[in-house]
Nanobody, 114 residues
Framework: EVRLVESGGGSVQVGGSLTLSCAAS????????MKWYRQAPGKGLEWVSR????????DYADWVWGRFVISRDNNKNMLYLQLNNLKIEDTAMYYC???????RGQGTQVTVYE
């Protein structure tokens, strides 16, 4: 069974940083592109970033503006998203998503306050 478990969210002041983690199991992690999505209150799912299977190619939504860094450790079956210079509008539930079937975890909440 494919399982993704996100962690690392929390409440942080504007301009602060958080590192999100996603523990993957039930599939061959190093063969899959992985993505981060987010969902703000009252809004739909929004793509944030993706990392190819070897971890070499990284891509971000335009609005990220260099503030986030995606990475992975294939030896540990872990995906990460470092969030820097956080803004109020970054408040959302963040999900890691497996490419192909779109399986995602339960999410981790990020709340940014003034």
């Amino acid at each position: 069974e494919v399982r993704l478990v996100e962690s690392g969210g929390g409440s942080v002041q504007v301009g602060g940083s958080l590192t999100l983690s996603c523990a993957a199991s039930g599939f061959t992690f190093d063969r899959y592109l992985m993505k981060w999505y987010r969902q703000a209150p009252g809004k739909g799912l929004e793509w944030v970033s993706r990392n190819d299977a070897p971890g070499t190619y990284k891509d971000y939504a335009d609005w990220v503006w260099g503030r986030f860094v995606i990475s992975r450790d294939n030896n540990k079956n872990m995906l990460y998203l470092q969030l820097n210079n956080l803004k109020i509008e970054d408040t959302a539930m963040y999900y890691c998503v497996k490419d192909g079937d779109g399986v995602r975890g339960q999410g981790t909440q990020v709340t940014v306050y003034e």
